[in-house]
């Protein structure tokens, strides 16, 4: 009886570990709006990616250095994938660096084409997609690869 209540404490307590080290939340209709109104005021980068995207690991790493260049530079990762790849979203981001920046990944329960209309009608899904808020939410948004150098100069002239 005690080694089943050990073997059932430990399994929470492993869970619990796990889930704080790299939580992905679900994003799920409403969440786009949620995010921007959280920073009202405030210059910040939103990023979306997937595991399958080839380009995708380059700009988490570009991403990953710039966080590191600027440590109170605000980045916010989504990851299109399911639900069920999310411990493995979580894995690959922690592994650029960006394991305290909030993440998210889409919800099982809303269309893609759904969540990618109500962040952007004009976004039709190609990866990745990068969302650059000013201070005023003025909006940069760019599709593929940011160059290194148009990302330091967004930070420098709007992360402060």
Not at 18 to 25: I, K, V, Y
Request: charged share 25%; with cysteine; hydrophobic share 45%.
């Amino acid at each position: 009886m005690l080694f089943r209540y050990l073997s059932c404490l430990l399994l929470i307590l492993a869970g619990a570990a796990h889930a704080s080290a790299g939580h992905l939340r679900s994003f799920a209709p409403g969440t786009m709006e949620r995010i921007v109104a959280e920073r009202q005021g405030r210059s910040f980068v939103l990023a979306f990616w997937s595991i399958g995207c080839a380009h995708c690991p380059a700009e988490l790493k570009a991403l990953g250095a710039l966080k590191r260049r600027y440590p109170g530079l605000d980045v916010v990762l989504v990851a299109t994938d399911s639900q069920d790849e999310a411990p493995r979203a979580a894995e690959i981001a922690a592994g650029f660096g960006l394991r305290s920046t909030q993440q998210w990944i889409f919800s099982d329960e809303a269309a893609p084409e759904r969540l990618r209309f109500e962040i952007d009608p004009k976004w039709y899904g190609e990866l990745p997609r990068t969302y650059l808020f000013d201070r005023n939410h003025r909006i940069e948004a760019v599709s593929g690869l940011i160059p290194a150098a148009r990302l330091e100069r967004w930070v420098k002239e709007n992360a402060r």
